[in-house]
């Protein structure tokens, strides 16, 4: 079973940015380029969504509430998922999620907590 490790979250201002990271292990490199690969976000009390997925293609898919300001990408070398944030707003504060997914597999990280406060 995969194993995914997220970080790179923290506290940000309103209009600042950050880069997170997922870091696959337990898998070969052949088996993670397969896989879709998902960002998801859980506020207290809100249920968890979807921000961004790339496919095995590097088709890319956006949350509309996201869309513009970021950027889901892959580096199957490293086994490693990231998503850029740029411009971000209060309500972009939650736990942010990494999911990899394939026909076999659906595995989740830890999370990591992005604060977007002045």
């Known amino acids: 079973q995969v194993q995914l490790v997220e970080s790179g979250g923290g506290l940000v201002q309103p209009g600042g940015s950050l880069r997170l990271s997922c870091a696959a292990s337990?898998?070969?490199?052949?088996?993670?380029?397969?896989?879709?690969m998902g960002w998801y976000r859980q506020a207290p009390g809100e249920q968890r969504e979807l921000v961004a997925s790339?496919?095995?293609?590097?088709?890319?898919r956006y949350a509309d509430s996201v869309k513009g300001r970021f950027t889901i990408s892959r580096d199957n070398a490293k086994k490693t998922v990231y998503l850029q944030m740029n411009s971000l707003k209060p309500e972009d504060t939650a736990v942010y999620y990494c999911?990899?997914?394939?026909?076999?597999?659906?595995?989740w990280g830890q999370g990591t907590q992005v604060t977007v406060s002045s």
């Open positions: 999911n990899a997914k394939a026909s076999d597999i659906s595995s």
């Open positions: 337990g898998t070969i490199f052949s088996r993670f380029s397969r896989y879709v």
């Open positions: 790339i496919s095995a293609f590097n088709n890319t």
